[in-house]
């Protein structure tokens, strides 16, 4: 087993990449994805593995300065071997061999000596030149066969220009046994990377996307925005401030002596392996003209609903309609059943005309268990959500 | 809708200037003034950026040069594909970043998005920017290296995902190539994918460009000088 040392993707993994395997981070043009096969670089020579870099667009002096300026660590004084086959063993074989076959087997003989003389555990392949030089059969070739699978495990980085049609092969022809790709939502802004976990050979993991993003050298899978909404006075407020580690209301009293909240609520939470910052938006209509903007870019909704007040499901779905619910992940979450009440599921989903795959949890927003239920539920689906 | 402006009349005039999105291909010989030339359209002008990926120069020259030419510095990111391959620690500030090597697609993309993002945060010089998108000029100098490094296919790949961003972003691309190092199909690939093919041919009494691509603009031979950056018609 080695760990890719993202905390998160290994967790998902059921605790790392077993040994034997081969692995592709298949990146988008212009998104920061060399992190991940970095990481796992770092990892396993951390590990004490013996490890065998092969980076044939530059030479092993500037690769080790891409990993110092992109990690902040010398990966050489981590304990484990590094073998680096880089841009001038590319060109001596280019120069030396001038037919596609014979470069390949150039390649070949070479990878499987290296491997087998420094009892290698983990080949790392920057795939682009190799591909591009002895086209996509023959590059794939070169990574370690069957017989010698069960010894080495094989990371790849690869720039995908050719989009998913690329990755439907490699899953499809079980090519590689885990597919993680990586892209970005290059609106205008804000930018956000995510990666999606395309397949998992040996684990029965659904395709998901995660978004992330590279804090302190490090990647960091992140939510960006949970948006909670619903009725005045049904938890907005109890619930963002039981679910965070920390955050902020802004409230006002009312004349009756109520708080209530007047701009939003904000809370951050770590969760999971995730950075998550979750958003309460008033309850009251007066507010209304705000929502729309503190709903921008959001990755899910949760509706609150006060399960002792069935007269405001008006209201509750007027907040549905102005946070565009229909678009994003959403969860429903019955609230104050700690008290007495009549709502039932049955009359929720067919009053706020739900479709049938969004859960309905009655909870109490005093609980922090009940509360970290929902969101639990919610990151489940948000990472479920094809962006 | 933003235009941008080119320097070269014969395209401001008909049109104001360039549409968002476009890409503008220089076929310049060896030894011509093309490259001053794309230098010339891809100058910021005010409330504008650019953005160079440099396979020939490095930046430090690059940066002298714009400071003896009068750019704005300050609104011009450089991506350097040429200082790390003999300096392999150099390492990236706020306007200049660095990549291993030309044919190192992955760290170039990488390093436009940063570029990209520090435009669109403010974090360039003049932050107050007046205008949103902020418009973007982008330069790549050269294709004929990047094709040295990488093939066709893949090159022009890249180009098609890299178009299709600028297109999204309201930019420019300004692209440079050696007509006379390629052959017929690595020109018409690469014409594919631009909007305005500018032409350029030295003769002894000086520079002229022909223009493709631009409905109602003149199509003849035109003498052009620069001067200090800056694009000058011969009448
Ligand atoms: N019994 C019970 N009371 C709750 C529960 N959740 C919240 N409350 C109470 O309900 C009242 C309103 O809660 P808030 O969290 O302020 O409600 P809100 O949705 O933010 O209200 P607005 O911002 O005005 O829309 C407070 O007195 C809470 O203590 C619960 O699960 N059970
Ligand atoms: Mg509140």
Redesign the pocket.
């Known amino acids: 087993m080695i760990r890719t040392g993202i905390t998160g993707i290994d967790e998902m993994l059921g605790s790392g990449i077993p040994r034997g395997t081969r692995v592709v981070f298949s990146l988008e043009p212009g998104v920061e994805g060399r992190m991940f096969m970095m990481r796992t670089i770092a990892s396993a020579l951390s590990e004490k593995k013996n490890v065998c870099i092969l980076s044939p667009h530059c030479t092993g002096r500037v690769f080790i300065s891409e990993c110092m300026e992109i990690l902040e660590i010398d990966i050489l004084k981590l304990g484990g071997k590094a073998v680096i086959l880089d841009s001038t063993v590319r060109e001596s074989i280019n120069s030396r061999e001038k037919k596609v076959t014979s470069r390949k087997l150039a390649w070949k003989k070479l990878i499987e000596e290296t491997l087998e003389q420094h009892s290698i555990d983990v080949f790392f392949v920057y795939f682009d030149l190799l591909y591009e030089d002895l086209g996509l059969m023959k590059a794939l070739d070169l990574l370690p066969t069957a017989r010698e699978r069960d010894r080495v495990t094989t990371v790849v980085e690869h720039l995908n220009l050719e989009g998913d049609s690329l990755i439907s092969r490699f899953a499809s022809e079980n090519i590689f046994d885990l597919i993680i790709s990586i892209h970005s939502a290059f609106t205008l802004v804000p930018f956000f990377n995510f990666f999606t976990l395309e397949y998992v050979s040996w684990a029965r993991i659904p395709r998901r996307s995660i978004p992330y993003t590279v804090a302190g050298r490090n990647i960091r899978l992140y939510i960006p925005k949970i948006i909670?909404t619903?009725?005045?006075?049904?938890?907005?407020?109890?619930?963002?401030?039981n679910a965070s580690d920390s955050g902020i209301?802004v409230?006002r009293g009312?004349l009756d002596g109520?708080?209530?909240?007047?701009a939003m609520?904000l809370g951050w939470l770590h969760f999971r392996g995730f950075d998550i910052t979750i958003f309460?938006?008033?309850?009251?209509p007066r507010f209304d003209p705000i929502i729309p903007q503190l709903v921008k870019n959001a990755m899910g909704i949760i509706l609150?609903l006060?399960?002792t007040r069935p007269d405001r499901f008006v209201r509750a779905k007027e907040l549905l309609d102005l946070a565009h619910a229909e678009k994003l992940p959403l969860v429903i979450a019955v609230?104050?059943?700690?008290?007495p009440h009549q709502m039932d599921e049955v009359t929720i989903r067919k009053v706020l005309n739900l479709r049938d795959d969004i859960p309905v949890f009655f909870?109490?927003?005093?609980?922090r268990p009940?509360v970290h239920y929902v969101v639990e539920s919610m990151v489940d689906r948000i990472t479920r959500h094809p962006y | 809708m933003y235009t941008y402006k080119t320097g070269i009349s014969l395209i401001d005039e008909v049109k104001g200037g360039i549409s968002p999105g476009s890409n503008v291909l220089i076929l310049a010989p060896s030894m011509s003034s093309g490259e001053k030339l794309g230098y010339a359209i891809m100058r910021p002008q005010e409330g504008e950026f650019a953005l160079v990926l440099t396979t020939v120069m490095r930046s430090v020259d690059l940066l002298d040069f714009f400071s003896s030419e009068e750019f704005n510095r300050d609104a011009i990111g450089v991506i350097d594909s040429v200082t790390k391959l003999s300096t392999p620690d150099v390492s990236d500030t706020t306007q200049v970043k660095y990549v291993s090597s030309p044919s190192d697609l992955t760290g170039i993309g990488i390093k436009f998005s940063s570029l990209v993002e520090s435009i669109f945060n403010g974090e360039f010089p003049p932050s107050d920017q007046a205008l949103f998108p902020p418009p973007i000029r982008f330069y790549i100098d050269s294709l004929t290296t990047l094709l040295m490094y990488r093939k066709l296919e893949v090159l022009y790949q890249f180009l098609h995902v890299m178009t299709s961003k600028l297109k999204k972003m309201e930019a420019i691309g300004i692209y440079i190539l050696n007509n006379e190092s390629f052959d017929e199909r690595t020109l018409s690939l690469m014409k594919q994918l631009m909007n305005v093919v500018i032409e350029v041919k030295s003769e002894q009494h000086g520079d002229f460009l022909r223009i493709r691509g631009v409905p109602g603009a003149p199509q003849e031979w035109v003498q052009f000088k620069i001067h200090k950056g800056t694009l000058e018609m011969v009448a």
């Open positions: 909670i619903g009725p005045p006075a049904s938890g907005k407020s109890t619930f963002v401030s209301s409230d009312d109520y708080r209530t909240t007047v609520d309460g938006t008033p309850g009251q609150l006060d399960a609230n104050k059943s700690d008290l909870i109490s927003a005093l609980k009940d």
